[in-house]
């Protein structure tokens, strides 16, 4: 196997990816980052990012459910159908399971057809207690 030459300038190759996304904040990721049980909070004017959040600190949705998308989609409403379908039946279990008011919404987040075709293909699928500063919020793992 070859070796890597050894006079490479450090700094030409990112440490971490963070560096590749520095507008993000420490705690925002892209949706497709998110694994079962993260909680976090969602910002309509930045879809597809979510901002982490302890799960015992107040916070928008919790992840039930990530999957992964399977086909040829052309539209990015063929791809919300799909991403929905693939989350309906674990959102509806895991919230018949939550106290009455607790979870006011759900939100799935799925890529647009662009993202599609670069390969990304995760969908994760949250119940959420709102979306937004001013919105209700869980404050608690979901059950």
Do not use: W
């Not at 440490?15 to 049980?37: I, K, T």
């Not at 379908?85 to 895991?94: D, F, G, I, Q």
């Not at 990304?120 to 059950?143: M, Q, R, W």
Request: overall charge negative; proline content about 8%; some cysteine.
């Amino acid at each position: 196997m070859p070796s890597l030459p050894s006079d490479l300038p450090s700094g030409l190759f990112p440490s971490d990816l963070r560096s590749l996304f520095p507008s993000l904040a420490d705690d925002e990721v892209p949706y497709y980052l998110l694994r079962e049980g993260d909680c976090f909070d969602a910002d309509d004017a930045r879809p597809g990012q979510a901002a982490k959040r302890k799960c015992t600190q107040p916070h928008d949705a919790e992840v039930v459910k990530v999957t992964e998308l399977n086909g040829t989609y052309t539209t990015d409403a063929a791809l919300k159908k799909a991403a929905s379908a693939l989350c309906k039946a674990p959102l509806e279990r895991r919230a018949a399971g939550q106290a009455a008011g607790t979870v006011r919404d759900t939100l799935v987040q799925y890529p647009d057809t662009g993202t599609y075709g670069t390969g990304i293909d995760k969908v994760a699928c949250s119940l959420a207690a709102g979306v937004g500063e001013d919105a209700h919020k869980l404050t608690g793992p979901l059950k």
